[in-house]
């Protein structure tokens, strides 16, 4: 008893410097302290510090962070993104705790031993891990400053509660005869052949598969809708900021050269003018009808929404853009020749110089149809990557995609 008692203390020393390096791998990384006392991890109960980790570590990884996740609803999901994003970092399973357990604080244990196996997997990425001896140091004079016997009694009796819930299911299989431990390099569980199988037993093992299997797909549901959410805003707001800046381009370049040319005082030649601006005022009209489309569906945005019946019609404009593409180098250079008229160069520069502008030149403008395509289909592509399959919009979608690459 006395060097299990030992052992045990041993035990609790080393969750403690554990637990104090998570802290300060947390600090360093966020750039922030964290409560210097010993409930730092109920800050963490909302999941907007977990998901702002995991954004300076891999920024992709988390879809949004519900700031301020003023339920539980929304601190449970900022809590899902965290632990989709660890299983995508390739932490195993036995690694993850379950929201409940952060959001209750019912075994925070668990949550730091989470977020000690993703520090080490970190070092494995190349980012910044758990380790470095100056954390290393700085926990051990803390842990020498922690004199509070009741938290260390329960930290003790979290740590057995868990070594006796992490052991239950394996000596149930073993009382039951269906497994051995087998003693090798490393301790592994090996079934042995039985006819005499209990169906109690059987009937665990599925119910805790079912169990996992039902929560995985939960959290890829989760995540895979807020995801879709994201691409669909993102979408939205490129193709606004699209229209918008073609008709800045149009208002502030062709239309007055357009009116130069009806006054008869032309910059340019009707011929010129046709070759440089080329079918930009029907893209304009085709991607301004697209837009209100788009802003007439995200508003009524909800999981079961489609985008894909839009993005297939747009199909039917590839020849304008088509066309644009294959007059693009034709259009280049009769600009650069144009600018050699001192009227015109001076009347680009005079435009540039306009604050809407924000001193974009004309070309830059000009490029935009040219770049607008591939960026449909890189959004395209996400959306059909975080749309599941069984969804009513997953076909439309990747006819779209399809069309576009």
Not at 34 to 44: A, I, P
């Amino acid at each position: 008893l006395k060097m299990a008692a030992q052992a045990l203390e041993s035990w609790v020393y080393k969750f403690l410097l554990r637990e104090q390096q998570v802290k300060l791998w947390i600090e360093s990384i966020l750039g922030q302290t964290l409560t210097n006392t010993k409930d730092w991890k109920y800050e963490l109960q909302d999941g907007i510090k977990l998901c702002s980790l995991i954004q300076h570590l891999s920024p992709r990884l988390v879809p949004k962070i519900n700031d301020p996740a003023k339920t539980k609803f929304r601190m449970r999901e900022n809590i899902l993104f965290f632990l989709s994003a660890c299983t995508q970092l390739s932490l195993a399973p036995w690694n993850l705790f379950e929201p409940i357990e952060l959001m209750e604080g019912s075994n925070l244990v668990k949550v730091v031993e989470c977020l000690e196996a993703l520090g080490k997997r970190c070092e494995k990425l190349g980012l910044m891990s758990i380790g470095p001896s100056s954390l290393t140091q700085q926990a051990k004079m803390l842990i020498s400053q922690t004199n509070d016997a009741e938290y260390v009694s329960r930290i003790k009796e979290l740590l057995k509660g868990n070594r006796r819930k992490r052991s239950t299911l394996r000596q149930a299989f073993i009382d039951k005869g269906l497994l051995v431990h087998v003693r090798c390099s490393a301790p592994t569980l090996t079934q042995v052949p039985t006819t005499d199988f209990p169906l109690p037993l059987l009937v665990l093992v599925q119910a805790c598969l079912r169990g996992f299997l039902t929560r995985r797909e939960y959290v890829k549901m989760v995540v895979g809708r807020a995801y879709r959410t994201k691409v669909a805003k993102e979408i939205l707001e490129t193709e606004r900021q699209y229209v918008r800046n073609l008709k800045l381009l149009k208002i502030y370049y062709l239309d007055p050269l357009r009116q130069s040319i009806e006054k008869g005082t032309p910059l340019i030649s009707q011929h010129d003018l046709k070759i440089i601006f080329s079918e930009l005022e029907v893209i304009l009209n085709y991607n301004a009808t697209l837009l209100q489309d788009i802003e007439d569906r995200l508003r009524k945005w909800s999981p079961n929404q489609c985008l894909g019946d839009i993005f297939l019609r747009i199909n039917q404009y590839m020849k304008t853009y088509t066309q644009y593409v294959m007059n693009f180098n034709l259009s280049m250079t009769t600009l650069t020749n144009c600018k050699k008229n001192k009227a015109f160069a001076e009347f680009l520069s005079d435009q540039q110089k306009k604050p809407e502008l924000k001193r974009a030149a004309l070309n830059s403008f000009l490029i935009l149809p040219i770049q607008r395509i591939p960026r449909y289909e890189l959004l395209l592509k996400e959306l059909v990557t975080h749309t599941p399959k069984s969804h009513v919009d997953f076909r439309n979608l990747s006819e779209a995609y399809l069309k576009f690459c």
